[in-house]
């Protein structure tokens, strides 16, 4: 009981985020008995990681020098290819996210 008389009586907003920022995070545990949810997690695994690799093909190809494909192209074509290069990219740092909170 005298642990808990030890505890201050209030912390402040900016040293609460610098201890949670320093806390180790928990790792993500899945009984070896649930292989079926073994399964699912490697399969939505496997889809990002298909997701990924094919949203880099696309930027590269919509980064490419070579425009040919957008000659003779609306205007509105030209910035819907922008609004997917964009949301592509945005796909991209989800998943790393993702996958660097599960490590």
């Given at each position: 009981?005298?642990?808990?008389?030890?505890?201050?009586?209030?912390?402040?907003?900016?040293?609460?985020?610098?201890?949670?920022?320093k806390?180790?995070?928990?790792?993500?545990?899945?009984?070896?008995?649930?292989?079926?949810?073994n399964?699912?997690?490697e399969?939505?695994?496997?889809?990002?990681n298909?997701?990924e690799?094919?949203?880099?093909?696309?930027?590269?190809?919509?980064?490419?020098?070579?425009?040919?494909?957008?000659?003779?192209?609306?205007?509105?074509?030209i910035?819907?290819?922008?609004?997917?290069?964009?949301?592509?990219?945005?796909?991209?740092?989800?998943?790393?996210?993702?996958?660097?909170?599960?490590?």
């Open positions: 009981m005298k642990e808990a008389n030890d505890l201050p009586p209030a912390i402040s907003h900016k040293k609460l985020s610098l201890l949670m920022n806390a180790h995070k928990d790792k993500i545990s899945i009984p070896e008995n649930k292989s079926l949810e399964v699912e997690i399969e939505f695994l496997n889809a990002l298909n997701l690799i094919s949203s880099k093909e696309i930027i590269q190809k919509i980064s490419n020098k070579n425009k040919s494909f957008t000659k003779e192209k609306s205007s509105n074509a910035m819907a290819l922008g609004a997917l290069e964009v949301h592509l990219n945005m796909t991209l740092q989800a998943i790393n996210v993702f996958k660097n909170d599960i490590n």
